[in-house]
C-alpha cells in the first residue's frame, strides 16, 4: 500500500479525491502550522520587497524610489507561485514547520494554482471570517484551498 499522508520526494502521491477525509497524521497541526508558517512567510517576502526596492532605488539613482509601484502584491503573487508549485510544493515558512502543498488528487501543483491560492488568500484577508470556514471542513482545508484545488498536509 503506497504511503497516505503524501511523504517526500521519492513517496508515490496519494489520491486524496478517493479517501473522501485525509488520514489523522496528514492533518495534525495543519491549522496551527500554517499560522505560524505565514507569519515566517510575510518576513521573508519583507525583506525580499525591501532588497527589491532598495536595489531599484540605487540603481536609479534614488529617482524610481518615489514612483515604485507597490511591490508586496507583486512579489507575494511570484513568491507562492514559484515556490509551491517548485519541486518542494511548499513555501519557505511552511517546509520550516514541516507542511507541503498538493492538488487535491495528489498531484503537484501547477504554478496557475499556485498562484491563484495565493491572491484568493490575500483576498480572504478583506473578510476575515471566511477563515472559519476551516473549523468546520474535515479535512481542515481553508475556502481558498478548496477555491484553488489545493489541500495543506504535513509531510511524511
Not at 495528489?106 to 499556485?114: D, L, Q, T
Not at 481553508?142 to 484553488?148: E, G, Q, S
Request: charged share 10%; proline share 7%.
Amino acid at each position: 500500500m503506497s504511503n497516505q499522508t503524501g511523504g517526500g520526494w521519492n513517496s508515490p502521491a496519494p489520491n486524496y479525491a478517493s479517501l473522501g477525509m485525509l488520514p489523522y497524521a496528514a492533518l495534525v497541526g495543519v491549522r496551527s502550522r500554517r499560522m505560524v508558517a505565514i507569519l515566517f512567510d510575510l518576513i521573508f517576502i519583507s525583506i525580499l520587497c525591501f532588497a527589491i526596492w532598495l536595489v531599484l532605488g540605487l540603481l536609479s539613482f534614488v529617482l524610481l524610489w518615489f514612483v515604485i509601484p507597490p511591490l508586496f502584491p507583486l512579489v507575494a503573487f511570484f513568491y507562492n507561485g514559484v515556490t509551491i508549485s517548485g519541486w518542494r510544493m511548499a513555501t519557505p515558512g511552511m517546509r520550516l514547520l514541516d507542511l507541503e502543498v498538493r492538488l487535491i488528487d495528489g498531484g503537484r501543483v501547477p504554478f496557475i494554482n499556485a498562484a491563484a491560492h495565493a491572491v484568493l488568500y490575500y483576498v480572504s484577508w478583506m473578510f476575515p471570517p471566511v477563515f472559519l470556514f476551516s473549523l468546520f471542513e474535515p479535512n481542515k482545508r481553508f475556502l481558498h484551498d478548496i477555491l484553488a484545488g489545493l489541500v495543506v498536509t504535513r509531510r511524511g
